[in-house]
């Protein structure tokens, strides 16, 4: 069975620049989730869908962040303009199958370096 | 509010069990986790326990749960070089919507 993919694996931009992170999420999962990872830190959730609507998106920085989730499959989280302080991994993760609602399942993220 | 706190280190030889702790602050957390994160990947999810529950086991691994407490623990029975890696604790919080806390996880070191 196929996980949650994430693509690009790496990008590495300078500040001010925009970049675009996507994530197709395990089939029959209705809840997608982005969370920023910080070296050193535990995920942080930036944003929560449930099929195709917003449910929390609360720790997005609005003025920079964007993400959508148009077909209610996969995903697309931009940064723009990009700041240095972005520097993080990016983890796309879902959930909601029937009879295992409860677990969150992870891709193995976008590591992005702005310089 | 939600806060996750795990000590951040912990070094065992290899064979000997490892007991890594985690507290939390939502007593109304209804499911807690814990994770596994090897360099340079996402997080792959270990187990977890239901908040009704004391105790969890799954092969190696055995999950205790204070509710009393909020204290959670993992503890990895015939730890192996294979076992290094941050593990992350983590709570499901009560306003529904599956949404987790995490801790900023304890990196396992295994030595020979």
């Known amino acids: 069975e196929a996980g949650v993919a994430q693509s690009p694996r790496y990008k590495i931009i300078e500040k001010r620049q925009s970049v675009a992170f996507w994530c197709n999420p395990i089939s029959g999962h209705a809840t997608l989730y982005w969370y920023q990872q910080i070296l050193g830190q535990g995920p942080k959730l930036l944003i929560q869908?449930?099929?195709?609507?917003?449910?929390?998106d609360s720790q997005l920085p609005k003025d920079r962040f964007s993400a959508e989730r148009l077909k209610g499959v996969d995903s697309t989280l931009k940064i723009q303009p990009a700041k240095l302080e972005d520097s993080a991994v990016y983890l796309c993760?879902?959930?909601?199958?029937?009879?295992?609602?409860?677990?969150?399942?992870f891709g193995s993220g976008t590591q992005l370096s702005v310089l | 509010g939600e806060d996750v706190e795990q000590s951040l280190f912990l070094s065992v030889r290899e064979g000997d069990s490892s007991v890594i702790n985690c507290t939390y602050t939502?007593?109304?957390?209804?499911?807690l986790y814990w994770y596994k994160q090897e360099p340079g990947a996402g997080l792959q999810l270990l187990t977890y326990?239901?908040?009704?529950?004391d105790m969890k086991q799954d092969q190696r691994l055995t999950v205790l749960l204070n509710k009393k407490d909020k204290h959670l623990s993992l503890r990895i029975a015939d730890t192996q070089t294979g076992d290094s890696a941050i593990y992350f604790c983590?709570?499901?919080?009560?306003?529904?919507?599956?949404?987790?806390?995490f801790g900023a996880g304890t990196r396992l070191a295994v030595h020979p």
């Open positions: 993760a879902s959930s909601g199958r029937p009879g295992e609602w409860e677990k969150l399942f």
């Open positions: 983590a709570e499901r919080n009560s306003g529904g919507y599956n949404k987790l806390i």
């Open positions: 326990i239901f908040s009704n529950m």
């Open positions: 869908f449930q099929n195709n609507g917003v449910v929390d």
């Open positions: 939502d007593s109304s957390s209804t499911y």
